[in-house]
């Protein structure tokens, strides 16, 4: 997950929560204040989940870095909601004697240790790490180049974490998603949503900030 040292009680974030509007709407996510907002869908991703949605992400890193003045100085807010300090390893089996029940028995045992330590290590870990939040949410906040959006990976393993929220220290543009959405909104300029648009013919469409997200899903 980390992409760079994001110092505590840094300005980086407070500028959102004043702009955002009603919490399930465009605007819940991106502030307003932007020329034009789109949606970019990643239902039809291949591979699907977190994987496609990197693979997105990295396809849109060069459009989006070619617009801001700080392409290397960009900030990631990840929702603190994923169970990074949650995670446990799962031992299916069905023995068939007691002796093997036994052994099954310990290694579940085992498996419950590992979690614990892992789980404690990461949550030490991600209690230092800097945080905010926003309405209904809140984020862990990494920094560095826009290129880290599609390179974020999460505390607990391997798997990849894409950010939620993301955009440039100078803010000519800001990308929002959420958990319960298939796809994310993108803010900015004529210029730059219609370079998007580009890129991703037939995947992006214009949407009110003040539209519901289910509204502007359909």
Not at 13 to 31: D, K, N
Not at 85 to 103: I, K, Q
Not at 119 to 146: K, M
Request: aromatic fraction near 10%; hydrophobic fraction near 35%.
């Amino acid at each position: 997950m980390r992409a760079g040292e994001a110092r505590r009680g840094v300005a980086g974030p407070r500028w959102i929560a004043p702009l955002l509007g009603t919490f399930g709407t465009v605007g819940g996510l991106v502030p307003q204040g932007y020329e034009r907002y789109v949606l970019l869908d990643h239902r039809a991703e291949e591979p699907l989940g977190w994987d496609g949605v990197c693979w997105l992400f990295d396809q849109l890193v060069p459009v989006l870095g070619s617009h801001p003045s700080t392409p290397d100085d960009c900030w990631f807010a990840i929702w603190e909601g994923y169970g990074f300090d949650t995670s446990v390893t799962l031992l299916a089996a069905t023995p068939s004697d007691g002796a093997e029940r036994r052994e099954l028995d310990r290694e579940r045992q085992r498996l419950r240790e590992d979690d614990v330590q892992r789980n404690t290590s990461i949550r030490t870990a991600l209690n230092r790490h800097p945080s905010f939040d926003l309405p209904n949410r809140r984020y862990y906040l990494v920094r560095g180049a826009v290129t880290a959006a599609a390179k974020m990976r999460r505390p607990d393993g391997e798997c990849p974490q894409p950010p939620d929220l993301w955009w440039p220290e100078d803010r000519r543009w800001f990308v929002g998603g959420d958990t319960d959405l298939d796809w994310c909104y993108i803010a900015g300029s004529e210029h730059l949503v219609s370079a998007v648009g580009a890129e991703f013919p037939g995947r992006t469409r214009a949407v009110d900030w003040k539209a519901s997200n289910a509204a502007a899903g359909e």
